[in-house]
């Protein structure tokens, strides 16, 4: 039986769903609304505007105290896609699983497997917790839009996207998944991605995009660990990936003493 969508929210741009196959209690998928949308300053300050709502109602409603965030650029997971979400379609989507003490099944657990094994959480699970989500969801996206600046998102920063792009830092983990791992952060320091902004959102898709088309890498899975496991530093994990490769890196990942603990 083909699982659909569940819609929890629904903002200017972007939207905040279930999966069609959640893995735990705490996942749920920052989704495009149309394919068509352009990344701008206006849904760069969208997709901020729902991703601080999603981990603030994780928070309320399951007591998720840290949050992983897993998406892919120009890739599609193949296969078994260990390590990472399955594709649902060709929109752009970000998978944020909330972690909370108590969980029983772990992110990890699941992506460990492969797809076809998974099992989602039981639909009296999510019906248990997704009123409460989407009643949360609701309220701090409204206080956000309330208390930007400019009235429609967080950090305004010129609503015609008039701010010269920041410079993002790239460097190579002391233990990298792979020939391609590369990870990247705003110049600034962040301690979270609810401190990001626009300009420094779009800066790291600039970067990214510019990983991507590097030879011998066909596209890139990313993961941004909360910072609770990386020291209160904002990382993005970049993974260059092709159909042809001798080692999926994300398998590499779940064994990684950096940034394994996000996920476990």
């Known amino acids: 039986m083909e699982l659909s969508r569940r819609l929890l929210f629904g903002s200017a741009v ?24 352009a990344l701008d300053h206006r849904s760069a300050a969208d997709w901020l505007l729902c991703h601080n709502a999603a981990r603030n109602a994780l ?19 193949l296969g078994a896609s260990i390590g990472e979400p399955a594709a649902e379609s060709s929109t752009p989507t970000f998978h944020l699983f909330g972690r909370w003490d108590g969980e029983p099944v772990t992110p990890a657990e699941q992506l460990a497997l492969p797809a076809q094994r998974r099992r989602p959480v039981p639909d009296q699970d ?4 997704d009123v409460g989500l989407r009643t949360a969801l609701l309220a701090a996206a409204t206080a956000a839009r309330l208390s930007a600046p400019d009235g429609t998102g967080p950090r305004g920063d010129g609503p015609n996207g008039a701010v010269p792009l920041p410079a993002i830092r790239t460097w190579a983990p002391a233990t990298p998944a792979g020939t391609h791992h590369t990870v990247l952060a705003p110049e600034r320091s962040i301690g979270s991605v609810e401190d990001v902004t626009p300009p420094e959102l779009l800066a790291l898709a600039a970067a990214l995009e510019a990983l991507a088309l590097r030879q011998a890498v066909t596209g890139l899975s990313c993961m941004v660990p909360d910072t609770a496991v990386t020291g209160g530093r904002l990382e993005l ?3 260059g990936r092709s159909a042809g490769e001798a080692v999926n890196p994300f398998e590499m990942v779940l064994r990684s003493p950096e940034i394994s603990l996000a996920l476990l």
Do not use: K, Q, Y
């Not at 972007?14 to 749920?28: D, F, I, K, Q, Y």
């Not at 309320?60 to 599609?76: P, S």
């Not at 999510?126 to 917790?129: A, C, F």
């Open 126 to 129: 999510l019906d248990r917790h």
């Open 14 to 37: 972007w939207e905040v769903t279930r999966p069609r196959t959640p893995l735990t209690s705490g996942h749920l998928m920052i989704r495009l609304s149309n394919p068509a949308t």
């Open 237 to 239: 994990h970049a993974l």
């Open 59 to 77: 928070a309320d409603v399951l007591g998720a105290d840290t949050c992983t965030l897993l998406f892919a650029h120009r890739w599609h997971a």
